[in-house]
């Protein structure tokens, strides 16, 4: 429940700080003097929509922090938990209104976003008022207080993960049939490429080793015909060797016809034939060690650029060729089990629609029958609140052609306020003061079933009295019994069985005494029959005001 709530400069209001309790607690007060603006505050902490003219005058910004104590286990706890946020102890919302619109916000002291603020609020807090029924506005929270009302949390939650795996298999069978779809138009030219790919062969990395090697065998070649050249000159028809060793020899013969003259010439000429002969020997070594396979250089510009074609005709790196085939090689063997394929997932996605029909059946069937139960009970509370001629109907229509994660059924509340007229949606049919009065009813018919652990209720009491006020104050008093109810109202009746009085009231600002501030009292027995006093007679308090004010609490002890 709502335990405190601190308010500073916002409108009116200057400095306040409220503790509250369980039970019933009313506001009530002058027309004008607050209680409107203190309703506001509560809705900016619970993740409403920010304003810079909410900032009192004069004041660059105003502050509200509520402070909540949910149970161990409330579901506002288990969103706590998934947002990062620590859940032991009191939950503590904080909302900084800067003067110039920007505006702050803080879950448990740390920065947060208004998103989260207001379904953290949402889970927590109800306002409901003439013309603000969050609970009556939107068909599909009609549906939620019904399954709350029959207690079939386990049962919606089943049929929305059927829903969800339906809709999952169904979602795959699609882009499986699409996939095949789309293999099916390209049969031929997969078949075509993957005999190609599968032909060549590509390996990863292959290009650049081909390319390497290449440029090897043609550098071989180059240095190879120059290598074979100086060998030829050497060792070839042209050869200065064996006409140099003919000479040579002839030289020798003579060499004793002329004592000392030729030893150095036939020395050196004896050298330069060793060298020759050792030049011819290395030029024949090294073309030994250049031999290479003219087929071989040839084989491996084929390879290279039959590799390099299908890169250019598949648009893709050849490195990537590899990885092609695979593909291309995986499409086809997917089309080819295509069939088999769509087949079990066509079954699957029957087998999975069965089971969500089943159980959203069965959930429409009990939600059918608790809705009577329902149009029984807040028909029950109607007559009380002079609405005896009324009549409240929970619309049902069941479409298993347009399914949701909530079932097959709408749920919409209909009201009819007069005999012999149609029923229609409580909204458009019910007046102002119809329409609190049903909301009451159905929030009592509910009890602690689907409801936040606090409710506000704003001037739900307006144009009413006597018995009519009367039977709403015991219905707050009866939903008090078990979640935490707020109430501004103007009905005696009302206020007379609150277990908290809280006094709104103008008065001046303890900073600048020529401005007005609202100001929050919890009224003590004596004051609580004054006020009661004030609310049945006006500005001028009888002593009959103060005894019947007196006999409203007492008979509402």
Request: proline share 3%; hydrophobic share 45%; glycine share 8%.
């Amino acid at each position: 429940m709502l335990v405190h709530l601190s308010i500073r400069d916002i409108v009116l209001i200057e400095r306040l700080d409220l503790t509250l309790n369980g039970g019933l607690s009313v506001l009530t007060g002058e027309t004008g003097a607050g209680k409107s603006i203190l309703l506001d505050a509560l809705s900016l902490a619970l993740g409403g929509r920010g304003d810079g003219g909410l900032v009192r005058h004069g004041a660059k910004q105003g502050e509200i922090i509520a402070v909540f104590d949910p149970p161990a286990g409330h579901a506002v706890r288990r969103l706590l938990v998934e947002n990062g946020y620590d859940d032991d102890g009191d939950i503590v919302l904080r909302r900084v209104q800067s003067a110039d619109g920007r505006s702050r916000v803080f879950v448990n002291d740390r920065p947060s976003s208004v998103a989260l603020m207001r379904d953290i609020g949402a889970n927590l807090v109800e306002i409901h008022g003439q013309h603000a029924d969050r609970a009556l506005v939107d068909p599909e929270a009609h549906r939620m207080l019904l399954d709350a009302y029959g207690g079939f949390q386990t049962e919606v939650e089943a049929v929305g993960k059927a829903f969800a795996e339906w809709r999952a298999t169904e979602s795959e069978l699609a882009r499986h049939g699409a996939k095949v779809e789309a293999a099916a138009r390209e049969a031929d030219y997969l078949r075509a490429a993957v005999e190609e790919l599968s032909e060549l062969q590509p390996i990863a990395g292959e290009e650049a080793e081909l390319a390497e090697r290449r440029q090897i065998m043609m550098k071989s070649e180059k240095i190879a015909t120059d290598v074979n050249d100086a060998f030829e000159e050497l060792a070839g028809n042209a050869s200065p060797i064996p006409g140099l060793a003919g000479l040579l020899k002839r030289l020798d013969r003579k060499r004793d016809e002329l004592p000392g003259l030729l030893d150095e010439t036939i020395e050196r000429l004896d050298s330069a034939l060793d060298a020759l002969s050792d030049a011819q020997m290395g030029l024949q070594a090294a073309l030994r060690s250049l031999e290479y396979d003219p087929r071989a250089l040839e084989e491996t510009e084929e390879r290279l650029f039959a590799l390099r074609a299908a890169g250019r005709k598949f648009s893709c790196a050849v490195d990537d060729l590899p990885e092609l085939t695979a593909q291309m090689i995986g499409d086809l063997a997917e089309l080819d089990a295509g069939e088999s394929r769509l087949a079990a997932l066509t079954g699957a996605v029957a087998e999975k629609r069965a089971v969500f029909d089943r159980l959203a059946g069965d959930l429409s069937t009990k939600r059918h029958a608790t809705s009577a139960d329902l149009e029984s009970a807040v028909m029950a509370e109607l007559p009380d609140l002079k609405l005896e001629r009324a009549a409240f109907v929970v619309e049902m229509a069941a479409d298993a052609e347009r399914p949701t994660a909530a079932g097959i059924d709408t749920v919409e509340f209909w009201v009819r306020t007069n005999p012999g007229t149609r029923a229609g949606p409580m909204m458009k049919v019910a007046s102002g003061g119809e329409l609190s009065r049903f909301l009451l009813a159905l929030k009592v018919a509910l009890a602690d079933k689907g409801s936040a652990p606090t409710l506000v209720f704003d001037e739900i009491d307006t144009g009413v009295g006597g018995a009519v006020a009367d039977a709403i104050g015991r219905r707050l008093a009866r939903l008090a019994s078990r979640v935490q109810v707020l109430s501004v109202t103007h009905a005696p009746q009302v206020a007379a069985r609150a277990t908290t009085h809280l006094l709104i009231s103008k008065s001046a600002s303890e900073a600048e005494q020529e401005r007005l501030a609202t100001r929050v009292a919890a009224l003590e027995a004596a004051h609580r029959t004054e006020e009661i006093a004030r609310m049945l007679a006006g500005e001028s308090i009888t002593d009959e005001a103060r005894a019947a004010a007196k006999r409203l609490i007492g008979a509402s002890a």
